[in-house]
């Protein structure tokens, strides 16, 4: 049986798994475009995006190789901080779009339906995946409507990707800093982690967290909630009634994550097959690629950038949302006669 990787070669890939769940989340958007310039603003956003990350991870991954619905799940529950922590869910900086019961409807799809399950959370983790191990999971999971069917549609996703985040900076020397600083972060994490080959010796699962470790990154969260909660815009906070709405999402969706995971699949990912390590060339083109075309993007106008953005959110948010809901009703899969899609996807990747 192979040994466990030590906590210290553990370390390194979460700081990979960080650094890729900030840059995706925070730097594309310019929420946070000098995440990486600022040593303090780089440390705050790592730890805090990373419990997150590393937390729910673990959960998904306890008991075997979960499915894409129980992923998003767990991503979900990821973004519900967005109520606790920073209030966004109950009073965008930007004004209520569509508010029910204290809650902006429209920042809750975006938000916590879309952005935080996949771009703070599966995405991250299926590129950690990809570059830190030599075997695919998360990527098999992925829809073709994400991934692309082909080379062109890859490489037409890629362009949208780029010239979008120049586009919402509105400025081509932040689209440029933003873009080199993630870029530089980035690579320097991957490069430190795959020397010496630690790529080739576990899978995803081996490198996340145990039980205990899990338990700690709980706790190290939990106290973060405990600090920020009354002192991060805590004049927003709603009345009781937008709390309790709160607590029964949750809880609702604690129950459904739950629920996926007793479809987690117990097969290797190496029926899934390798992934082979890019060529230094390769990556060197694709990140000066991802930097013209963030540049070029920036010429444009923001609000064009924002629209494909929310846009977009809204449309794969609200579809994952109905797909997850109607594979939670039993009555739904009776009267189909479907499998649950974990175990459709344990033969498809067996077979």
């Not at 982690?193 to 080739?200: K, V």
């Not at 694709?286 to 929310?310: K, M, R």
């Not at 009555?331 to 499998?339: K, M, N, P, Y």
């Amino acid at each position: 049986m192979q040994k466990p990787p030590a906590l210290r070669t553990k370390l390194i890939f979460w700081a990979l798994l960080s650094v890729l769940s900030v840059s995706i989340a925070e730097v594309t958007v310019a929420s946070a475009p000098f995440a990486f310039v600022n040593p303090v603003e780089t440390a705050f956003l790592t730890t805090f995006y990373g419990s997150h990350l590393l937390l729910f991870a673990w959960l998904g991954f306890r008991r075997g190789w979960p499915t894409l619905r129980a992923l998003w799940l767990g991503g979900v529950l990821f973004g519900l901080y967005e109520f606790y922590i920073t209030k966004v869910l109950w009073a965008p900086p930007w004004g209520d779009v569509i508010s029910v019961a204290h809650i902006d409807i429209v920042a809750l799809v975006v938000l916590a339906f879309f952005w935080h399950p996949f771009m703070a959370f599966i995405f991250p983790l299926a590129i950690g995946e990809t570059v830190g191990t030599k075997r695919q999971w998360i990527v098999r999971q992925l829809p073709t409507w994400f991934t692309g069917a082909s080379r062109r549609s890859t490489l037409i996703a890629f362009a949208i990707f780029g010239l979008t985040h120049g586009l919402v900076t509105g400025s081509p020397g932040i689209a440029l800093i933003s873009t080199a600083s993630s870029l530089a972060v980035v690579l320097a994490a991957a490069s430190w982690w795959r020397r010496g080959d630690r790529h080739s010796d576990w899978d995803l699962r081996d490198l996340l967290p145990d039980d205990r470790q899990g338990k700690g990154i709980a706790l190290t969260l939990a106290l973060q909630y405990l600090f920020f909660i009354p002192l991060w815009r805590a004049d927003s906070h709603p009345p009781l009634l937008g709390h309790v709405i709160v607590w029964l999402l949750y809880a609702g969706f604690a129950l459904l994550f739950h629920s996926a995971l007793q479809e987690s699949i117990s097969s290797s990912p190496i029926a899934a097959g390798s992934c082979a390590a890019w060529p230094r060339r390769r990556v060197i083109q694709w990140a000066g690629g991802l930097l013209f075309l963030s540049t070029l993007g920036s010429l444009g106008q923001p609000e064009i950038g924002f629209v494909v953005v929310w846009v977009g959110s809204i449309i794969a948010g609200l579809r994952m949302l109905i797909g997850t809901l109607r594979a939670a009703t039993p009555r739904t899969q009776a009267a189909t006669g479907e499998l649950p899609a974990a175990r459709d996807d344990d033969q498809a990747h067996t077979s």
